[in-house]
């Protein structure tokens, strides 16, 4: 039987293998070969229009995040349970330096988790067609990683045990990317990443328009980025801000006949998007020992939301 509900064999065990690869080169390595494998895959739908190796190798069990990357931070969060990583949250260290198999082998199994749960929501009405189910399924694999190998919570407990609101404001002691923890930092960032991002994604689409793939050009430059961010150059993380800016493209497009119109949107939707991310950082990341990303913690429900104001406007 290749086949078992809506699963491929073949795919899952692609992706038992895709998870045992964010596991050995850490999450952000195995996210920063999305970005690649994206780039790549565009290219090849340019020149040839066939889509396959942009959604097997950059967006299926390859190095598809809600594999390869859940796969990775579920790896971390064992890790740091252990005591074998310093913290649960690390996901730069490429964990084959661990030397424990064991390790890698939660990540090969939150590989075939991620694509058991992508597998589940995709064909459901109203999820699949109306989210990002790869972002979702990112968010909902971390979330289980820490409810099994933390005991901070879902939200963290603070250092000096803040209560209320005071205990969601970065400090020292907690953060995400200091640089950019900062509203004023946040709405900058989106206003002009998600405007280069749906700019390129216009110009493209229009020029390419048999390889709709091509929007997600800024998604993977912010991708192939945190390279940097693991050699210690302190990028920002963007890729949230520059995916559902380019989202908002083809979804506006049919609605909003002028270009500049669409580009706005397209910085609007980024500030959104930045914000949003912002939010849920400082909600269920800066005080926990485990990973769950902000990004893909945004991605999903402002792509529900532009996908639901687009239907309504039809």
Same mark, same amino acid.
């Given at each position: ?15 038992? $293998?895709?998870?045992?690869? @964010? ?10 070969? &999305? ?30 995040? /809600?594999?390869?990357? *859940?796969? !990775? ?13 310093t913290?649960?949250?690390d ?19 939150? @590989? ?24 979702? &399924?990112?968010?909902?694999? $971390? ?9 901070? !919570?879902?939200? !963290?407990?603070?250092?000096? @045990? ?15 990317l ?5 509203? *004023? ?7 002009f ?12 689409i ?15 430059i ?15 993380a963007? /890729? ?33 998007? $930045?914000?949003? @991310?912002q ?14 990303d ?21």
């Open positions: 039987m290749d086949t078992l509900f809506n699963m491929s064999v073949m795919e899952a065990l692609g992706a038992i $293998a895709g998870g045992f690869l @964010g596991a050995t080169f850490g999450a952000l390595v195995a996210f920063v070969f &999305t970005g690649f494998a994206i780039l790549i895959g565009i290219a090849i739908v340019i020149g040839s229009g066939d889509p396959t190796f942009l959604n097997v190798m950059g967006l299926g069990p390859f190095f598809g995040p /809600h594999i390869s990357f *859940a796969g !990775g931070i579920a790896a971390a969060a064992y890790a740091g349970k252990k005591g074998w990583l913290s649960g949250r996901i730069v260290t490429p964990l084959v330096s661990l030397g424990r198999p064991s390790v890698l082998l939660v990540g090969a199994a939150f @590989g075939l988790f991620g694509y058991v749960v992508f597998s589940a929501l995709n064909p459901v009405d109203g999820v699949g067609s109306f989210t990002d189910s790869v972002a979702l &399924t990112v968010v909902i694999s $971390a979330v289980v990683a820490r409810l099994m190998f933390s005991e901070c !919570g879902i939200i !963290g407990q603070h250092c000096e @045990g803040k209560q209320g609101w005071a205990r969601f404001k970065p400090c020292e002691q907690h953060g995400w200091p640089y950019q923890d900062s509203y *004023a930092m946040t709405v900058t960032l989106g206003l990443v998600g405007a280069i991002s749906s700019w390129a994604a216009l110009l493209l229009q020029a390419y328009p048999q390889a709709p793939g091509v929007i997600l050009i800024g998604f993977a912010s991708a192939v980025s945190l390279l940097f961010l693991g050699m210690n150059v302190m990028v920002p963007t /890729h949230h801000i520059t995916l559902v800016s380019a989202v908002s493209v083809t979804t506006f497009m049919g609605l909003v006949e002028s270009d500049v119109a669409i580009v706005v949107i397209g910085g609007i939707v980024g500030i959104i998007t $930045a914000v949003v @991310g939010l849920f950082a400082r909600f269920w990341l800066i005080r926990a020992d485990t990973h769950i902000p990004p893909a913690s945004a991605i999903w429900p402002v792509t529900s939301a532009l996908i639901v104001l687009s239907i309504a406007l039809r």
